[in-house]
């Protein structure tokens, strides 16, 4: 499995982006994908995640970013995408996408439970 993470940046406090994650080797769709951060001498943080159950795709969201950050999936590119709106100064950082093939219907929050990693995409908003 092979994860491309893109779009990522430089953008003024109150902007937006959208950060792309291009999954090949195997079905995205299938398994959770989530977004995971990391800033300068900080430990790497869960954003966002995917799952999937009966009911359609679920999603569990860092509460800092709840309402700002919307992540959605698009089975027929296998693309995992995270739209960001109202960027914050403290929401620069590099994101990665990462992929846990051992759950779908639960999206876990620990980077360890996480078997694929993106090389990373920069983030840097500014005051």
């Known amino acids: 499995v092979q994860l491309q993470a893109s779009g990522g940046g430089l953008v003024q406090a109150g902007g937006s982006l959208r950060l792309s994650c291009a999954v090949s080797?195997?079905?995205?769709?299938?398994?959770?994908v989530a977004w995971f951060r990391q800033a300068p001498g900080r430990e790497r943080e869960f954003v966002q995640g995917?799952?999937?159950?009966?009911?359609?795709?679920?999603?569990h969201s860092l509460d800092s970013v709840k309402g700002r950050f919307t992540i959605s999936r698009d089975n027929a590119n296998n693309t995992v995408y995270l739209q960001m709106n109202s960027l914050k100064p403290e929401d620069t950082a590099v994101y990665y996408c990462?992929?846990?093939?051992?759950?779908?219907?639960?999206?876990?929050?620990?980077?360890?439970?996480?078997?694929?990693w993106g090389q990373g995409t920069q983030v840097t908003v500014s005051s």
């Open positions: 990462a992929t846990a093939i051992s759950y779908s219907t639960v999206v876990p929050t620990v980077a360890e439970r996480y078997n694929y």
């Open positions: 995917i799952g999937i159950s009966r009911r359609g795709s679920i999603t």
């Open positions: 080797g195997r079905t995205s769709s299938a398994y959770v």
